[in-house]
């Protein structure tokens, strides 16, 4: 989910990530995560607490929530240095692309 600014508002938290702003914190279902004080106004801090995946783009001050992970997030917004053959099939490196935003689409066919 795309958030600009802050944090989504209860309306769209729950439209987009499935997370419904209750007295007894963030609630998906049946089951609720209590948020500590100051949680509902603040992506990094909601984030957090439901253990879903976030990063920033300062210069837009965009930020990007990613869906819940069950323990299985990655701990950080950086890749490994991937080697893979470009359009004439020779080596292309991740790292050659440093400093630079890069979006990486994966696709499996199973």
Same mark, same amino acid.
């Given at each position: 989910?795309?958030? #600009?600014?802050?944090?989504?508002?209860?309306t769209?938290?729950?439209?987009?990530?499935?997370?419904?702003?209750?007295? #007894?914190?963030?609630?998906?279902?049946?089951?609720?995560?209590?948020?500590?004080?100051?949680?509902r106004?603040?992506?990094?801090?909601?984030a957090?607490?439901?253990?879903?995946?976030?990063?920033?783009?300062a210069?837009?001050?965009?930020?990007?929530?990613?869906?819940?992970?069950?323990?299985?997030? /990655?701990?950080?917004?950086?890749a490994?240095?991937?080697?893979?053959p470009?359009h004439?099939?020779?080596?292309?490196?991740?790292?050659?692309?440093?400093?630079?935003?890069? /979006?990486?689409?994966?696709?499996?066919?199973?």
């Amino acid at each position: 989910m795309i958030v #600009e600014g802050p944090l989504p508002g209860p309306t769209e938290l729950l439209h987009r990530a499935g997370w419904e702003l209750r007295l #007894e914190g963030a609630c998906r279902g049946d089951r609720c995560v209590p948020l500590p004080p100051g949680a509902r106004g603040d992506v990094r801090r909601l984030a957090e607490s439901l253990g879903m995946p976030l990063v920033q783009d300062a210069a837009t001050g965009t930020w990007c929530l990613g869906p819940e992970s069950g323990g299985r997030a /990655l701990a950080t917004a950086s890749a490994p240095d991937l080697v893979l053959p470009d359009h004439r099939g020779q080596p292309f490196t991740l790292s050659s692309l440093l400093g630079q935003k890069v /979006l990486l689409v994966a696709w499996a066919s199973w």
